[in-house]
């Protein structure tokens, strides 16, 4: 069963504007929820996090929310950049980290 | 370079055979995951140590399967008697245990794996 989706295999945006991209999960007892970009040919690299006790944190250009009531998350990239292209998949684990559960991956184009 | 390598990149077998791929994590990280992902589908866990100890096995990994982290360093993965169904790319990540951090894994390029 997969406890951690993302619905849009796919996503296309222009240059400049936002990207947002979403994730459900249905496990409550994920406490940390992490995003990863990966490029053919490469293993996926650490985005941001956050944890469950908070609804938000950003980085940069990137923002992550987390709606633990609907089990929700998004990555949100502002603006959006042609080298943000990439697969992107978000994660989640219980307390200590020992096993993490990823979605099955958004493909981003950004447009130029 | 002192990211996360893996050894080989791609291999080629026959079913039936026996292949061992190896990861070198990042020195200081004491923690080291094996994962396996399929074309289409996330990095599926595998496996977790904790320096040389494994902590934590996916019920879904087969007993053709076996991990080992004999000094707390570097990892190897054991397929025997490998099946079709094994073709895959696997992963393997690191991470330190320490805070907030232990949750961010640092991935390998992954061993490409392709059973004939």
């Known amino acids: 069963d997969q406890q951690v989706k993302q619905n849009s295999p796919s996503l296309s945006v222009q240059e400049g504007r936002i990207s947002i991209l979403n994730c459900d999960y249905t496990n409550s007892m994920f406490d940390y929820f992490l995003w990863y970009k990966k490029y053919p040919a490469e293993g996926p690299t650490f985005l941001i996090s956050?944890?469950?006790?908070?609804d938000k944190n950003e980085d940069g250009r990137f923002t992550v929310f987390l709606n633990k009531s609907a089990k929700h998350l998004s990555l949100h990239i502002v603006p959006s950049q042609p080298g943000d292209s990439a697969v992107y998949f978000c994660a989640a684990s219980e307390w200590a980290g020992n096993q993490f559960y990823f979605g099955t991956g958004t493909s981003l184009t950004v447009i130029p | 370079d002192t990211g996360v390598s893996q050894d080989p990149r791609h291999k080629i077998t026959k079913r039936g055979q026996n292949v061992t791929f190896r990861c070198d994590p990042i020195?200081?990280?004491?923690?080291l995951y094996w994962y396996r992902q399929t074309l289409g589908q996330g990095p599926e866990f595998l496996t977790y140590f904790q320096n040389e100890a494994q902590l934590e096995k996916s019920r879904l990994l087969s007993d053709r399967f076996s991990a080992e982290r004999p000094k707390g360093s570097f990892s190897t993965l054991e397929i025997q008697r490998t099946e079709q169904g094994d073709s895959a790319m696997y992963l393997c990540a690191s991470s330190l245990e320490q805070g907030i951090r232990t949750y961010e894994q640092y991935f390998g390029p992954g061993t490409r794996l392709t059973v004939t």
């Open positions: 020195s200081e990280h004491n923690r």
């Open positions: 956050i944890s469950s006790i908070k």
